[in-house]
């Protein structure tokens, strides 16, 4: 399984960006189950469950953390075989290095918000949201 995370870049604060995850080693439909999440770690501090979306068993399912709520939005390409971060109302509290991460299960069956629950992990995309 491999994943490649892209889209990464620096902003305004009130600025937008939509990050990319390709997926390989899988496939996004519901013949897989799987769940893709984001993370994100900024400077000096731990990483942070952001949102993650789960496919197979009875559908798809999403979820977000209090801090982004209503401000991003994960969604994903079947065809292209990617997930997207939409992320909108960027504050400067958003910026780090974001992290896709994927495990081999669906959400309502493991601790989907514990980073440490993901088994295999891509590279980062730094986003940076100057004040």
């Known amino acids: 399984v491999q994943l490649q995370a892209s889209g990464g870049g620096l902003v305004q604060t009130g600025g937008s960006l939509r990050l990319s995850c390709e997926v390989s080693?899988?496939?996004?439909?519901?013949?897989?189950?799987?769940?893709i999440g984001w993370i994100r770690q900024a400077p000096g501090k731990d990483r942070e469950w952001v949102s993650c979306i789960s496919v197979g068993g009875v559908g798809l399912s999403t979820d977000y953390a209090d801090s982004v709520k209503g401000r991003f939005t994960i969604s994903r390409d079947n065809i292209q075989n990617t997930v997207f971060l939409s992320m909108t109302m960027l504050k400067p509290e958003d910026t780090a290095v974001y992290y896709c991460?994927?495990?081999?299960?669906?959400?309502?069956?493991?601790?989907?918000?514990?980073?440490?629950?993901?088994?295999?992990w891509g590279q980062g995309t730094q986003v940076t949201v100057s004040s």
């Open positions: 991460a994927a495990a081999e299960d669906v959400m309502d069956s493991f601790d989907y918000n514990r980073v440490d629950e993901y088994d295999h």
């Open positions: 080693g899988f496939s996004l439909d519901y013949q897989d189950y799987h769940t």
